[in-house]
């Protein structure tokens, strides 16, 4: 995990909610990741960012958004409109260049609606 | 399209013995392929990658990995499975169209090791 933090650990969200989850690192990586996991499905690419002010969007991007103002930093805000978001909630990033292939992950936050 | 599976949801074997957790991929291009792990409630760790080379790579713990690209496969191996193995295992796929590309992963394969 080390190098990257996402916070809170556990997130609750009531119905019409709109929550963040923080992903901040220390690394100096170029490009950051939000994955979403559930159960079975394994892991689905939510958004991705290659550099600072730029974003693009994965596989489920519909009820997320995100902003990428720093490098350092990834938020993922999970709006109402996301009508199922009980998932665990996985942050990556990388670094840039040739020989720097490997994707490395935060320690998760797992949202749960009330 | 890239796409990895992970045709098997789980694999028990016994303390001791050797382990293969299966992974096969679709991709056009030459393809960067990687194992990562998952313990209860914990983020990934990276376990080992193949970019380029050698198609045996060998990476932390004892794993070991064989790309076979003629099979489009890339097993996870071990000899001699440990009880603290027992964990989830993810596959995953990039092809480097352009640098930061995200993963592709498999749906993952839960590894029991029983003492």
């Known amino acids: 995990d080390g190098g990257i933090t996402q916070s809170p650990k556990y997130l609750f969200r009531k119905e019409g909610q709109n929550v963040t989850l923080s992903c901040e690192q220390n690394?100096?990586?170029?490009?950051m990741y939000w994955y979403r996991q559930d159960p079975g499905q394994g892991l689905r690419l939510i958004y991705y960012s290659q550099i600072v002010n730029d974003f693009q969007k994965g596989d489920i991007a519909e009820g997320y958004s995100v902003s990428r103002e720093k490098k350092e930093s990834f938020p993922l805000t999970v709006t109402s409109a996301q009508k199922n978001p009980t998932a665990f909630y996985l942050c990556a990033s990388k670094r840039s260049g040739r020989g720097q292939e490997t994707q490395y992950f935060g320690p998760g936050t797992r949202l749960l609606v009330l | 399209a890239q796409s990895v599976a992970q045709p098997e949801d789980q694999v028990n074997v016994a303390e001791g013995n050797p382990l293969t957790v299966k992974c096969t991929y679709s991709?056009?291009?030459?393809?960067?392929l990687f194992w990562y792990v998952q313990y209860p409630n914990r983020g990934l760790q990276f376990l080992l990658k193949y970019i380029t080379g050698d198609n045996l790579v060998k990476g932390s713990y004892g794993f070991e990995a064989e790309f076979n690209k003629s099979q489009t496969s890339f097993h996870l191996k071990k000899p001699s499975a440990l009880v603290s193995d027992s964990a989830l295992y993810f596959c995953?796929?990039?092809?480097?169209?352009?640098?930061?590309?995200?993963?592709?992963f498999g749906k993952g394969t839960r590894l029991s090791v029983i003492a």
């Open positions: 995953a796929v990039r092809v480097p169209l352009s640098g930061n590309t995200p993963l592709v």
């Open positions: 991709v056009s291009g030459n393809p960067y």
């Open positions: 690394l100096n990586h170029d490009a």
